[in-house]
């Protein structure tokens, strides 16, 4: 029977990444290590909270000597790490914060695992879940690939690079068995209403204007969440200790694009008139150091271990745009208490 930690297990991409793990192999105890920051909603994962190999561990992996105590209580054999501070725009107003948890929690945590694993690494793995944003922006044409140079410039991305360098310095120095994966913009339910659709789907639902940072020119490629979570799954079973795999969708969309058409789907399932949403649309001052262009090119995962992306862009859309629309109560709730002061701090006066 293996004990799997998987850590930020109750936000956005850690939820699914649980529910499969839970659902899929019953034979494993999955162990969902989180602090529940303002990002972490145990709501997240009600239908698989009774299962009899589902724990959950709130605990706070800047706390080096509780990763000790729970590496030794549980004996953890593999380690799947999503925590982390995940936004760009709260790292441009508090980096310390990303500092505090992406990089010293990840190197916490690398501690914990070498320490308990030492006589015992080859049948262990810690696997670091990160993103495509440490490679740094592309012009207009280009992929990023495994061996793209790292340039991150936002705080978030400066963190998570920092922390991919981490694990495969423990790797190469300590032999802990690693594998990494950097991966495009996820979208899909559970997403906490501050990344771009989730906030966009919530301010047209309310008709308050939808903030377009700069001309609305970026590029992202999007990838829907239970896709990445398969990805997790295929690279944790079967990719090969002390490689980096790239997973992307190979669905670029510049942003007023993109957010157009979730003006004309939102129109539709509310029964408006089209054309009324893209009417909320408000450009407002660029995002400082914004990143022109990601992509990624996902062609090693793809030959090495047979994963593709299972859905096509306007079907993700329209099933996370129903997702919110079904379940406006979890939108009411994260959008309630902190949240409005973080709205007001963000998007008031920009
Ligand atoms: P999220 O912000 O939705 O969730 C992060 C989770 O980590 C929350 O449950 C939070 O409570 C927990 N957490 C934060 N600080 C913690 C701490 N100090 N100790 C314990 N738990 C803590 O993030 P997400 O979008 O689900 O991203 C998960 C991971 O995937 C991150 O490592 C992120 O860098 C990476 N990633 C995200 C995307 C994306 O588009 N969202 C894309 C590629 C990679
Ligand atoms: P976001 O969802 O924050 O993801 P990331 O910055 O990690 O790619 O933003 C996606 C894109 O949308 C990015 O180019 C910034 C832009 N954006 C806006 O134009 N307005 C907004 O209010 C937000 C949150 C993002």
């Known amino acids: ?41 145990l709501f997240n994962l009600k239908d698989v909270e009774n299962k009899p190999n589902y724990h959950f561990l709130k605990a706070d992996i800047v706390d080096g ?12 054999d593999g380690v799947i790490h999503l925590a982390a501070e995940s936004h760009v725009d709260r790292s441009i107003s508090n980096p310390m914060e990303f500092v505090m948890t992406n990089v010293i929690g990840t190197v916490n945590l690398l501690n914990a695992a070498r320490h308990q694993w030492k006589d015992a690494m080859e049948s262990k793995r ?31 991305s400066a963190s998570k690079a920092s922390s991919d360098h981490f694990v495969r310095a423990y790797h190469d120095t300590f032999g802990l068995p690693v594998v990494l994966s950097n991966c495009s ?75 157009k058409v979730m003006c004309r789907v939102m129109d539709e399932k509310l029964g408006r008139t089209l054309g009324t949403s893209e009417q909320l649309i408000t450009y407002v001052k660029d995002r400082a150091g914004h990143d022109l262009r990601y992509a990624i090119d996902s062609g090693k995962l793809q030959r090495e271990l047979g994963w593709v992306p299972s ?40």
Do not use: C
């Open 1 to 41: 029977m293996k004990k799997i930690l998987i850590t930020g297990g109750a936000g956005f991409i850690g939820s699914h990444v649980v529910r499969l793990f839970v659902n899929n192999y019953p034979d494993y105890q999955i162990f969902n290590l989180d602090k529940l920051t303002y990002a972490g909603n």
């Open 65 to 76: 000597e509780k990763m000790f105590e729970l590496f030794a209580a549980h004996q953890f």
């Open 126 to 156: 810690f696997y670091h879940v990160s993103t495509d944003e440490v490679y740094g922006s592309l012009g207009e044409t280009g992929y990023f690939y495994e061996n793209t140079a790292y340039d991150p410039h936002s705080p978030y």
């Open 185 to 259: 913009n996820n979208y899909g339910p559970n997403q906490f209403p501050e990344k771009l659709i989730p906030l966009f789907i919530n301010n047209i639902r309310h008709n308050k204007p939808l903030p377009v940072y700069g001309k609305g020119e970026n590029v992202r490629d999007w990838l829907y969440v239970v896709d990445h979570a398969r990805a997790i799954d295929v690279i944790f079973h079967r990719g090969k200790t002390g490689q980096t795999y790239n997973i992307g969708g190979h669905n670029e969309w510049k942003n007023i694009d993109l957010i």
């Open 311 to 350: 859905l096509q862009f306007e079907e993700g859309i329209r099933l996370t745009i129903e997702w919110y629309l079904q379940n406006q109560q979890w939108l009411d709730e994260v959008t309630s208490g902190n949240y409005l002061k973080y709205y007001e701090q963000q998007y008031v006066n920009r």
